[in-house]
């Protein structure tokens, strides 16, 4: 058999092996193992995914391939991907933190997923015969080559435990709630920016949407503003509700909350992240009241998820415990006016809504 042959084969058992560790169910139960064991291995095993991918791809350049150089990576990286989907199905939810886990099993994916395209690309530049290169980036198996390094530096950064996991999380969601912020901010800027330009009582400004076939926005009537202040009010409360909870319920200073709290949280970050990007979706023009009461039930009801999770004694009283506050009590009687502010803001524009 010749090298050449050798290497086709050497590259259908790493894509068989990707495509089996990305179609595999559930792990068996395992004994839970050290975290802090299994996050070396898996940033271990990421380094050597990297070297071992960039030898494949200097070794199989299309233009000029050298087979036998490329044999011991390829049958390295069919170990490899093994050896990674091994260690990421060590870690358990129960025991690790599902959110840590989610966290990983999501970037191990990416990786087979990249190894696979990258496997797929010299499968058919074999197959076909074709091996015109122009040595320049543009070329596919550099461009595979490229996104497989920029996903495994991803992996390489993946959190080290359960509560720098939803930290990360709850860091992304806070950008995209300040994302909405501004979003609203700018809508009651340009409605008031509007109000007093008074366009001699027209209904309507051209926003530039037409010229794709959108069509125009309805200027915001005194209603509707009152409106949307009234949300961009809830919203910066949901802000500070967010950042204060990572500051000090997800601190890294100090002792970890317990693994469901912490997931619990993740969840719930999501979920007001979701909740307030419906509730934006209901500010354009022309408003529908009764899809705003909906969708501002359904944020009422996430912050009162919000607030019967801090209100458990391992999630608030624990963590506050060792603020840089003068008492505990204070850094409660926080949450608790902040909550209740929320809610008062929520009854006022549940109120304006001429809702019974």
Same mark, same amino acid.
């Given at each position: ?144 080559? /490229?996104?497989?390094? &920029?996903? +495994? *530096?991803?992996?390489?950064?993946? =959190?080290?435990?359960? $509560?720098? !996991? ?89 002792? /970890?909350?317990?693994? &469901?709290? +912490? *997931?619990?949280?993740?969840?719930? =970050?999501?979920?007001? $992240?979701? !909740? ?81």
């Amino acid at each position: 058999m010749s090298d050449q042959q050798k290497v086709v084969l050497s590259l259908k058992l790493v894509l068989e092996t990707c495509n089996a560790a990305l179609d595999s169910g559930p792990p068996p139960e395992a004994t839970p193992q050290s975290l802090q064991v299994l996050h070396k291995d898996l940033v271990s095993l990421m380094s050597l995914l990297y070297a071992t991918t960039t030898k494949v791809s200097l070794a199989l350049k299309p233009s000029k391939p050298t087979y036998s150089a490329s044999l011991a990576p390829l049958k390295d990286l069919a170990d490899q991907v093994s050896a990674l989907f091994h260690c990421a199905n060590l870690l358990i939810p129960e025991a690790h933190g599902a959110s840590l886990v989610r966290e990983v099993k999501s970037l191990v994916r990416d990786v087979l997923e990249a190894i696979r395209s990258l496997a797929q690309t010299f499968l058919g530049v074999e197959a076909s015969g074709l091996r015109q290169s122009s040595g320049q980036a543009g070329d596919e198996y550099m461009v595979r080559t /490229a996104t497989l390094h &920029s996903v +495994l *530096d991803r992996a390489r950064a993946c =959190s080290a435990n359960n $509560l720098l !996991a939803v930290r990360k999380r709850w860091s992304e969601d806070a950008a995209s709630l300040d994302d909405g912020f501004r979003e609203v901010a700018e809508m009651v800027e340009e409605a008031e920016s509007t109000e007093e330009d008074g366009d001699d009582g027209d209904e309507e400004f051209d926003d530039g949407w037409g010229d794709i076939g959108i069509g125009k926005s309805q200027k915001m009537d005194a209603d509707e503003l009152d409106r949307t202040k009234k949300v961009h009010g809830i919203l910066r409360l949901a802000q500070l509700l967010h950042k204060r909870v990572l500051r000090d319920i997800l601190s890294t200073s100090q002792e /970890a909350p317990k693994n &469901s709290i +912490l *997931d619990a949280l993740s969840s719930l =970050s999501h979920e007001l $992240l979701s !909740a307030s990007d419906e509730l934006v979706s209901t500010l354009y023009t022309p408003q529908v009241p009764k899809k705003m009461e909906t969708e501002l039930g359904a944020f009422r009801r996430i912050i009162s998820d919000f607030q019967a999770s801090l209100a458990k004694p391992d999630a608030l009283e624990t963590q506050l415990r060792n603020l840089s506050l003068a008492t505990t009590n204070n850094g409660s009687k926080w949450f608790d006016t902040c909550f209740v502010q929320l809610f008062k803001a929520v009854d006022a524009l549940h109120g304006s809504l001429g809702a019974t």
